[in-house]
């Protein structure tokens, strides 16, 4: 595994440490499908979009199917008590509020907690898909992303300069340098990862954010 | 009624400025069968409701270099890079929706539904130029219902009335295209006998299906191959 890997894996494994017994889970593309790898509960049950209700990890090659996919198309597997159902169904359970935890990628998440993640303008990438749904019906928002771009720039900034895709804030904000809570209206930084730091995080984030009060007293003490 | 027809004659269904509706996530329940009879049969300026455009010179990807493809609806062209060059170059238009909104307008063009209220997109450039209104405090937008002159559909199963069963994640956006369209050909792995099909486990009830046309192709690990 090389570094930038590591560093996704390690946002999968505390991304995973956020979900609670008997939680239905959406996972999007990207880092939030490796969260699954890390769930050892068997009373968590994953949703994707695609129709499919206990998504598990495809332990064995002869259980390959190329019919049984996730919302990124790749193979997986199925749990105990399994269901699939059609497109708007699955859409139904989302926007109905079935579905406890989103945890999705991010371009942006600024400092008003709104996000970005579907679209880059001047960019001949023309999707959405189950974005905007899960953000305007999931219970909780949970962003996992790099805490910065491929060029190094911040991706928790002042404001979105990529289209936003709800008016719906993000609940919790977890990056390879920290994790940040959305509350009273701002961010709160409640968490740094191993080999983080305050100065770190503030070199890399653009966006305002305040400092939990139980985080101050760790740092200011060591 | 003998619904049970081959590919080439279903097809003709489809005629130059039809609105078509094909199922499928990606390749995973695309009717791959029929995609290919299209390729060979002469229809053009084609709207095309669809998740996805297929990918790169594969599945829907096929007719969209054809030509074929006046307007793609869809909720994600990123899996065909080459939708995005098309739409540049002016040679298709394209109707992005939220995969949710996409579905249920589907939904709500087979049911009767003269349009419905989401917050999906709500305050966001999908919803531009749409009509919106705030119910109990949230904003929502009025999204109108689909509906094509054929579907093209994948289903697992059929007896020879038209129910039909289908096979796990290739179920998708099927079922509700079979309800929504004038008429609907289902693509099928296999036809049983009427009777054979467990009642309780139907999951798109005959009514709705016109022709059934038996899979050619099928999607393995090394892609799109002959059954």
Redesign the interface.
């Known amino acids: 595994m090389n570094g930038e890997d590591a560093a996704k894996h390690r946002i999968a494994k505390r991304g995973a440490a956020e979900l609670k017994p008997h939680s239905i889970v959406n996972l999007g593309i990207g880092i939030p499908t490796l969260v699954a790898k890390y769930v050892n509960d068997p009373t968590i049950y994953f949703h994707?979009?695609?129709?499919?209700l206990g998504v598990a990890e495809l332990e064995d090659e002869k259980d390959?199917?190329?019919?049984?996919?996730n919302a990124g198309?790749l193979p997986v597997g199925?749990a105990l008590g399994a269901s699939?159902?059609?497109?708007?169904e699955?859409?139904?359970m989302?926007?109905g509020g079935h579905i406890d935890v989103a945890m999705l990628g991010v371009l942006q998440v600024d400092e008003q907690g709104y996000i970005a993640n579907w679209?880059v303008p001047g960019?001949?990438?023309?999707?959405?898909?189950?974005?905007?749904?899960l953000l305007?019906?999931a219970k909780k928002i949970i962003a996992l992303t790099n805490h910065t771009d491929r060029k190094g720039n911040p991706k928790i900034v002042k404001k979105c300069t990529f289209?936003?895709?709800?008016?719906r804030k993000v609940d919790v904000v977890i990056t390879d340098l920290a994790v940040f809570e959305y509350r009273d209206g701002g961010l709160v930084l409640t968490e740094l990862m191993p080999d983080s730091s305050l100065e770190k995080v503030k070199a890399h984030t653009e966006a305002a954010f305040r400092i939990d009060e139980k985080l101050l007293q760790e740092v200011n003490g060591s | 009624m003998n619904k049970v027809m081959s590919p080439s004659v279903a097809i003709k269904k489809v005629k130059s400025g039809d609105t078509i509706m094909v199922g499928g996530?990606?390749l995973?329940?695309a009717p791959l069968t029929l995609i290919e009879e299209l390729l060979k049969h002469d229809s053009y300026d084609l709207t095309v409701i669809s998740?996805n455009l297929g990918e790169p010179g594969v599945g829907l990807g096929k007719l969209l270099r054809q030509g074929k493809i006046k307007k793609a609806i869809g909720?994600?062209?990123?899996?065909n890079?080459e939708?995005?060059?098309y739409?540049?170059q002016g040679k298709i238009q394209?109707e992005?929706?939220?995969?949710?909104?996409?579905?249920?307008s589907?939904?709500a063009g087979g049911a009767g539904i003269g349009g419905y209220y989401?917050?999906?997109?709500?305050?966001?450039?999908?919803a531009k130029g749409k009509e919106t209104r705030e119910i109990d405090g949230e904003?929502f937008v009025l999204e109108k219902p689909l509906r094509a002159n054929v579907a093209l559909i994948k289903a697992h199963k059929a007896d020879r009335l038209g129910n039909l069963v289908?096979?796990?994640?290739?179920?998708?956006?099927?079922?509700?295209m079979a309800t929504s369209a004038d008429y609907c050909i289902a693509e099928v792995d296999e036809i049983v006998e009427t009777g054979e099909l467990n009642p309780e486990e139907i999951?798109t009830p005959h009514l709705y299906v016109d022709a059934i046309v038996l899979s050619a192709y099928t999607?393995?690990?090394e892609g799109v191959v002959p059954r």
Do not use: W
């Open positions: 994707s979009e695609n129709g499919l390959y199917d190329p019919q049984r996919v198309k199925e699939y159902f059609n497109s708007s699955s859409f139904a989302i926007r679209a960019q001949n990438i023309i999707g959405v898909g189950g974005a905007m749904d305007s019906g289209p936003i895709t709800s008016l | 996530f990606g995973v329940g998740n909720s994600y062209f990123t899996s890079r939708v995005g060059d739409y540049l394209i992005l929706l939220p995969q949710g909104t996409l579905a249920e589907i939904r989401t917050k999906t997109g709500a305050g966001t450039e999908l904003l289908y096979y796990k994640t290739a179920r998708n956006f099927n079922p509700i999951v999607l393995t690990k």
